[in-house]
T-cell receptor, first 116, second 116 residues
Framework: DAGVIQSPRHEVTEMGQEVTLRCKPI?????LFWYRQTMMRGLELLIY??????IDDSGMPEDRFSAKMPNASFSTLKIQPSEPRDSAVYFC???WGVGTPNTEAFFGQGTRLTVV | AQKVTQAQTEISVVEKEDVTLDCVYE???????LFWYKQPPSGELVFLIR??????QNEISGRYSWNFQKSTSSFNFTITASQVVDSAVYFC?????????????FGTGTRLTIIP
């Protein structure tokens, strides 16, 4: 398996623009997570899905952030409008769920977002 | 609320020395999971180990070993005979209840530098 695939790897955008980050989880995994890493706040969970359904979005910073999972093999994290404080590395991760012995999350390589 | 503390911000050791990374956690749950992840300079997060709260056996995997002590709420990680490739940021993480993959709370990480 190719692992969790995120795109783009790097994104530079101007303040106010819409940004869409994409994630393809490992095939067969039924959990998908979006994390954000910054120097100030470290690694924090934004939202996670189980079987394509959002389960907990309490980590989403504000209404400018939205996430979708239209099918088992694709998810997006959208920021509209973007602000400089959104600059961070965004990680997507996926894992197996009920009935499997190992449910640790496997992370993608991250998308480094810079908002200028 | 759950919390993970990695008091060591940065550690430098000379190659071949042993090094221990400390992790102290706080949780009110009786069922929880502890993890270690490695983040090399390339940026991805690499899963190293998962431990559930009912399994206090120490684990050894090659040069890596983990010491889980519920009495002191600690889950320390030791690298024996360190190598330059071990240079990375190491994160300890905690997940309460469930399957162990939901809502990982990460520590702030320890940056380990192995000096050749």
């Amino acid at each position: 398996d190719a692992g969790v695939i995120q795109s783009p790897r790097h994104e530079v955008t101007e303040m106010g623009q819409e940004v869409t980050l994409r994630c393809k989880p490992i095939s067969g995994h039924d959990y998908l997570f979006w994390y954000r890493q910054t120097m100030m706040r470290g690694l924090e969970l934004l939202i996670y899905f189980n079987n394509n359904v959002p389960i907990d979005d309490s980590g989403m910073p504000e209404d400018r952030f939205s996430a979708k999972m239209p099918n088992a093999s694709f998810s997006t994290l959208k920021i509209q409008p973007s602000e400089p404080r959104d600059s961070a590395v965004y990680f997507c991760a996926s894992s197996w769920g009920v009935g499997t012995p190992n449910t640790e999350a496997f992370f993608g390589q991250g998308t480094r977002l810079t908002v200028v | 609320a759950q919390k993970v503390t990695q008091a060591q911000t940065e550690i430098s050791v000379v190659e071949k020395e042993d090094v221990t990374l400390d992790c102290v956690y706080e949780t009110r749950d009786t069922t929880y999971y502890l993890f270690w992840y490695k983040q090399p300079p390339s940026g991805e997060l690499v899963f190293l180990i998962r431990r559930n709260s009912f399994d206090e056996q120490n684990e050894i995997s090659g040069r890596y070993s983990w010491n889980f002590q519920k009495s002191t709420s600690s889950f320390n990680f030791t690298i024996t005979a360190s190598q330059v490739v071990d240079s990375a940021v190491y994160f300890c993480a905690l997940s309460e209840g469930g399957l162990g993959n939901e809502k990982l709370t990460f520590g702030t990480g320890t940056r380990l530098t192995i000096i050749p």
